[in-house]
Each structure stands twice: as structure tokens, then as C-alpha cells.
């Protein structure tokens, strides 16, 4: 079995998408339908801007879900997932690819998402935290005695796992992940606490949205970030597509979850390769790749 996986915010580059652009008229479609949904030519930035124009949510999200929808789209008769699932963001190219939600809707959600977290993280400064080298449940025990906001984010893999929350309470929970014997623990360079409560003011924000929004059968499974599990009713999909914002992305368990329903390989379809390494530390023999031009 075959599984795709879409990468989150942090992959992105300069000159992202510039080769699928030049590839074939209707790919280019695409791409000036992407500029025309948005208001402005994100194009320009994802191709020849600055890192710091492509590094702003309201663009870098956008920016990542175009590039690994079109690639998808891109690979043609090759695409026959037997299951998808997308990191955080990449949840949504996962749902396009799988023809749940259509380019134009998937696009203006992504839009929506990302200015109404960009909106939550300007009304208290917040930041994230990368721990590495500790188990999951001493990070979790750490997090639940500091008295400032700081949670579990991304369980990205055993050993690895990202928290958010106030710049005081991300702080005391670095000096206290290091105290208890991390490798490493290290604040991100990223706008604010996503996956944490203080995206709640996002959450009601997107929600409206996603509820209007027609979601159709996919062709395939996807296993969400919430809970970790294989889901094909819409409805559901769309509760746990609201609840993302200030929950964490359970990405340890769906790896786990994908590999015990039987997938044999992974292709992680966008920027980066963030996403295969974390499958080679569930299984090493594990067949990953990148989809490619």
C-alpha cells in the first residue's frame, strides 16, 4: 500500500514551484488561478522574493498548499494514494489531492486560515519550542506545571516534539526541558503559538468557514492530525479540520497508524523532505521518496 504525505509551514524556499510553473501551460493555470483567488500575485514571492516576504503565515501558507497541490496534480495517472495525510497545514493539500475539497475552496480555506492566525498571534506575543531527546510524557509533565499557557504542539516523532505557547511560559519550559536532560530544546522562528489555546480567536474564525464548505468523498482515507486515525466521513473531517488550530498534531501516531494499516511506501508530495525523515525513525526500511519533476 501507498501512502502521500504533504509537508507543513517550514518548508517552504525560494523559487518554490517555479519549475511546475514553467513545465506545462496548464500548470501555469493553476498558478495564476492561485494569484487570482488570493488578490495578489503570490507568484512573484514564491519564485523571486525575499525569505522574509515568504516567511510571513498570510504567505508561507498559501504558498506551501499551491506548491504541493499542483505537484499532486502534476503526477497525473502516478497519484493512487491507498491513504494521505498532511502535517498541520499540509492536512488541507492532503484533502485537495484527494479530491475532498476542490482547488478554488481548499485555497480560500488555506487564505482564511492563514490570516485568521496570523490575526490571533498579534493579539498576545507567542512562540513555539522544538524538544528533542526527551519522552513524550516528561515534556507533557513539564508543560502541565508551569502556570504561564505552554502545550504539546506537534508530536512530530518518539524524541521529538515541537511545544507552543507565551513567550514567558515557552521560556520556563526550555530551561525546565533542559534541567531534565534534553539534547536539545531550542525556540522556533515562527509567528506565534499555533496548536496551542491562544489560536482560539483563529478557531472560531475558520470554523464558520469550513462548515459552509463542500467537502466530497475522497478517493482514498485520511488520517488527521487530531486524532491520529484513518477518517473518509466528511463531517468528521471537517470537526477535526476546526479543532486543528488549538490541538496538536498527532504526527507520531499517524505514521504509526499508516504503517500498521499496511503501506509499504511514502511520498512526500511538496517542498522539502522534513516528512520522510520522520517515517525513517518509525521504520527503517521503510520505502520514502519525494515526488519530483
Keep these: ?160 516534539l515541537v511545544i507552543s505557547g507565551s513567550l514567558k511560559g515557552i521560556e520556563r519550559a526550555i530551561e525546565k526541558c533542559n534541567e531534565a536532560g534534553a539534547k536539545r530544546a531550542l525556540t522556533l522562528k515562527v509567528g506565534g503559538a499555533f496548536h496551542s489555546p491562544l489560536m482560539e480567536p483563529a478557531r472560531v474564525e475558520l470554523a464558520q468557514a469550513i462548515s459552509s464548505t463542500k467537502f466530497n468523498k475522497g478517493l482514498c482515507p485520511i488520517y488527521q492530525n487530531v486524532t491520529g486515525q484513518s477518517v473518509t466521513d466528511s463531517e468528521i473531517i471537517k470537526s477535526n479540520l476546526i479543532s486543528q488550530l488549538t490541538t496538536p498534531v498527532r504526527w507520531t501516531k499517524i505514521m504509526q497508524n499508516m504503517i500498521a494499516s499496511g503501506t509499504k511506501e511514502v511520498v512526500e508530495v511538496g517542498p522539502g523532505k522534513v516528512l520522510q525523515g520522520l517515517f525513517k525513525k518509525i521504520d527503517r526500511k521503510m520505502n520514502v521518496s519525494s515526488a519530483r519533476l
Excluded: W
Excluded at 41 to 65: H, R, W
Excluded at 77 to 95: I, N, T
Excluded at 121 to 140: F, H, N, R, W, Y
Design 1 to 160: 500500500m501507498k501512502a502521500y504525505v504533504f509537508p507543513g509551514q517550514g518548508a517552504q524556499y525560494i523559487g518554490m514551484g517555479k519549475d511546475l510553473y514553467e513545465s506545462s501551460s496548464k500548470l501555469k493555470e493553476m498558478f495564476l488561478k492561485a494569484n487570482s483567488i488570493l488578490k495578489f500575485k503570490i507568484t512573484d514571492i514564491m519564485f523571486d522574493g525575499t525569505e522574509d516576504e515568504l516567511k510571513q503565515t498570510n504567505v508561507t501558507q498559501p504558498a506551501i498548499f499551491i506548491h504541493s497541490v499542483i505537484l499532486a496534480h502534476y503526477l497525473g495517472d502516478e497519484f493512487k494514494p491507498d491513504m494521505v495525510a498532511g502535517h498541520s497545514l499540509g492536512e488541507f493539500s492532503a484533502l485537495v489531492a484527494n479530491k475532498t475539497l476542490s482547488f478554488e475552496d481548499g485555497l480560500k480555506l488555506v487564505a482564511k486560515r492563514a490570516d485568521a492566525m496570523q490575526k490571533a498571534c498579534l493579539i498576545e506575543p507567542s512562540t513555539m519550542a522544538a524538544i528533542i531527546g526527551l519522552e513524550d510524557k516528561i515534556v507533557e509533565d513539564i508543560c502541565n506545571n508551569i502556570d504561564d499557557i505552554v502545550v504539546p504542539a506537534n508530536y512530530n516523532s518518539p524524541g521529538q
